[in-house]
């Protein structure tokens, strides 16, 4: 439970982009692909919305090569949601062949547009140092960018950032405060639930806040609403150490955290 940044890929992108569903995800509106010249360059969008066929199986397939051509068309023009995507398929590899230096590339010009999913992406790359030269401060500033654009999975990552100093000075009021933007981000997603669970473990540990913890409570209890396996946990410990509950009053509880907080089988 420790507060270290997110190394690795960031969700920002919805799902990892190893498969038509999530390039879709990402993938802009456009019309039926009519072969005219004029329109013919949002092809890709609608190929990779339609086949629901895996990203490698795709790239073999005729209509697979013309989607990528068609994508790449649009990332030359400095279409910015086309470089991106070509960019995240780049660094997953799949549609088209794996290269993380490509994937920076792609990705860079898109967040150069205000592309805040590509800006927290780039990020993230600078943070691993994956087709980049690791660089913790660079990777702050373009994740703080797609933070303050409102993006709520950059605004945990953020937050983490802060709070271990990762190329930032350590600030406990404004992880704080980006915690509680992406916990009530208005576009929900994993890592709201996460941020409103490192909420918890701040007030609950004293962790550059005052302890307090009915607050940590609180924020546990709306982890567990959608269903945090650790904030539920939590809440379970808490009440434990308060008295609130036993081993003999909790059979409904899974086993797997029922072990965890009673240990041997459960009881």
């Not at 940044?5 to 799902?15: I, L, N, Q, T, Y």
């Not at 086993?255 to 041997?264: A, D, K, N």
Request: neutral net charge.
């Amino acid at each position: 439970d420790g507060c270290q940044s997110e190394r690795g890929g960031a969700a920002a992108g919805g799902a990892a982009l190893g498969s038509v569903t999530a390039l879709a995800w990402v993938s802009p509106s456009s019309g039926a692909c009519t072969g005219r010249s004029s329109s013919s360059r949002r092809c890709w969008a609608t190929t990779l919305r339609a086949r629901p066929l895996g990203a490698t199986a795709l790239r073999a397939s005729a209509e697979g090569t013309k989607a990528v051509q068609t994508l790449r068309a649009d990332a030359e023009a400095g279409i910015p949601t086309a470089q991106h995507v070509l960019g995240m398929a780049y660094r997953d590899g799949g549609l088209v062949a794996k290269d993380l230096e490509w994937a920076a590339h792609w990705l860079h010009k898109a967040a150069n547009q205000g592309h805040a999913k590509s800006q927290l992406e780039l990020g993230m790359l600078f943070l691993n140092g994956k087709g980049v030269q690791e660089d913790e401060k660079v990777s702050a500033s373009w994740v703080s960018l797609a933070a303050n654009q409102g993006l709520g999975d950059a605004q945990f990552q953020m937050a983490m950032m802060l709070l271990g100093g990762i190329g930032v000075e350590v600030n406990g009021e404004w992880a704080k405060y980006w915690l509680e933007q992406a916990a009530d981000n208005p576009e929900r997603s994993a890592k709201s639930d996460d941020a409103l669970f490192r909420l918890g473990l701040m007030y609950q540990t004293g962790q550059q806040v005052e302890q307090d913890i009915k607050q940590a409570l609180m924020y546990f209890e709306r982890a567990c609403d959608n269903d945090h396996a650790q904030a539920f946990v939590k809440v379970q410990d808490i009440r434990r150490a308060k008295g609130f509950i036993s081993p003999g009053n909790t059979p409904g509880l899974p086993g797997r955290i029922r072990r965890e907080l009673w240990g041997g089988n459960g009881w």
